[in-house]
């Protein structure tokens, strides 16, 4: 299997980031996992704060419609992470399919190509 493509699937179904480390580029994969990272703390905070202030905020009432209320107050927020997550998931897969590695395929051994050695 290309490196490509394996590094395509590492950052769609580990971790975006975790492709591009494959391929050595070690800070645009530490920028990626940081960024998803961040942003799934911001959602577990934001499920956390919204289920507090429908179960709370209500005066103690457990009505499903009136906790359904609640909770759709705090639906915008929630889309704007699942859309910044799924954009930065989606760029991860992408610029890992698409970018290429650190060596190419003629220089895994270190070695420098012909054609880029100064002519005289």
Known sequence: MKD???AALLS?????GVGQFFKGH?????????AVTVLL??????????????LHGGGGTRDPVALAGRLR??????LWLAGALL??????IGDA????????PSQEDGSVPEDTHARH
């Open 4 to 6: 490509n493509i394996k």
């Open 41 to 54: 703390f911001a959602a577990a905070i934001l499920a956390a704060v919204a289920i507090q202030d429908a």
């Open 87 to 92: 954009c930065v998931w989606l760029y991860g």
């Open 12 to 16: 769609a179904l580990v971790l975006p």
């Open 73 to 78: 107050k705090w639906a915008p927020a929630a």
């Open 26 to 34: 070690k800070m645009k994969g530490g920028i990626l996992i940081l």
């Open 97 to 104: 399919l698409l970018s290429a590695g650190e060596k190419g």
